[in-house]
Structures are given as structure tokens and as C-alpha cells.
């Protein structure tokens, strides 16, 4: 075939060579202009529908990348971005292409505005409205939760809603509030929060309840819950000395189903179900265990000063404890015991 412009004989594109069919052809467009949200909480940039963090510059690259239209039969293989900023707001970006059409390789430039526009990111604004679907409420089964524990499970929920969210940016933690008897979690997953109450059960032995109220009609027409998840937590917790069955033990684990108990005395090692840690009472919880000083040791046994009337008493260890200046006892029936 000829090219009816320049009269070559060559295969033909609408007629015409390739020479003739690529020159000034606009092998790539972009708008005049692209704006670019920017969530003006947490400064997150939306970029083709999605939240993003990026540095402004970068950001810009991408938006303009993405908004990117190719003539038919044009192949891009490689795309390059170089803003240059006017204000603040305003960048032009230059977008370089390298691509592949009707088997040749072809370069294009083409360049657009991108204006940065400020608006709110909806885990944002729900966010800054309180948003939330779930609860956690820790109790203690006894008396007051203790300030350690409520320390630490609150810890605990911040630092895993803290780990999701940094791959799923809707979950969040919407507000912790102390309350008569415990601490009450507030957070925008359901399904979240059901994990996190199972595996504070599973790490503390506690019992769960979920009670669920509907609070509404969602746009779809479905009916939406919040979903509350009590957590009632036992009234011994981890390395308390416990009497069961008559002895006393150091609660050295607790696990899914059961619990580990280590036997004071001669440091016998069992396992208890979770139904039998019911029958556990606490004799002297982990924080209230007496410091005494150590004198002298030996292979299984160490010479302490008695934290009351400072006579020197011996007390068995096991072979592998790692002694130093003090050790934790506890006194049962006037006997003191070594707790591991
Ligand atoms: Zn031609
Ligand atoms: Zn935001």
C-alpha cells in the first residue's frame, strides 16, 4: 500500500506510513487540570479513589500518572513524573511515556496541573465524629480492675488496632473511657473488636459476652448493629500465687483452654483446665509479693532473710534458677515459699 501523504510503500495505519500516522500524532493526554484531594486530618492524598500516604511531591506524580489517557494501540511500558511547583497548591507535572505502538517503540510527553484541594477522608470524619460499631468493656470479676491490668489490656487493644490499621486505614480506635468497674474500648470494626475480645479471653482466661443492639437502617436497607463485648476478667491473672486443690502454686501460664500452674515447694509443673481455674482462689496477687533478701546459695537451695523479723531461713529453689540480690516469696501458713 502507498501512504496517501507522502506516497511510501510501506504497510498502512488509516492510510498513512508509519512515519506519517505517528507525526504530531497526540499519542497521549492529559486534562488541563487534575485535582487531588488532600484529607486535611490525617493529610492522606486520594489518588484514583484510594487514600494514600505519600509526600506531596510524589502524590502529585501519581495523580497526574493516573490520569493519563493513551490513543488506541499504544502500549505503555514506562512512565516518568516531573512536577514543578507553582504555590502550594499547584504543580505542573510533566509525564514522560515510553511505549510500545504498531511495534515501535515511541516516547510522548504530555503535561497537566494538579491542583491540591482540601477535603476530609471519611475514616476521618468519622473519626472526628466519634464514630464507632463496637465496644469492649473489661471488668474484673471481683472488685475493682486494677489499675495494672486496665493499663495493660488498653495498651494491648491500642497497639493491635494500631497494627490493622496500618493495613486497613478504616479501623480505628474511637475513644477509651474509664467507667465505674472497668474501662470501656470504643472502636469502628465489629469484627475487630470480636477478635480482640478473644484473644484477651484467651490471654487472661477470661469470660466473653457479646450483646448486639440494632441502632439503625444502613442505605442498602440492612439493619445495623453495635455490637458490645464484655470481657469479664477472672480474679487471678498471671504469676499470682494461687491455692488449688489445697497447695499453693505461681500461675506461671494461661493458655486457650487451660491453665499452667508450677506447685511452690517442689516446683512440680501441671496443667488445669478452665473449668477447674474456677476453683482457684488468689492467695497473694504478683504485685504483693514480699522482696526477700538473698544470703547465700546453693544448688537447690538459697539462704533469705525473712522480710518481717529478718531471721535467716532456708527455702528451695529449682536447679535452673537464675538468682540474684532478692527473690519474690510468699508466706503460706507461716511457711515462706521461693515463687519462680
Ligand atoms: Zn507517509
Ligand atoms: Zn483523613
Redesign the pocket.
Known sequence: MF??????E?E?YDG??????L?GKELIVLPQHVDMERCASCEEFRISGHWVKKALREATEDAAVHSLSAVDGLRILSAGALPEEQDDRNFLVKVDIQGELCGRVVTATAETTVRVKNSVCQRCSRQLGNYYEATIQIRSGTKELSDDVRDDTVRYVRDRIENISSTNRHIFLTKVEEVQGGVDMLMSSISTAKSLAKELSDMYGAETKETAKLVGIADDGSNMYRVTYLVRLPEYHINDVVMFEGKAYKLSGIGKGNGKLTRLGDFHLMSVRRSQMNDMKVHTPYNELMKATVVSRSKKEIQILHPVNYSTIDVSIPEDADIGDTVNVADIDDTLFYVP
Open positions: 501512504c496517501v501523504k507522502c506516497g511510501k510501506d498502512t498513512l506510513c508509519i512515519d506519517c500516522f507525526n
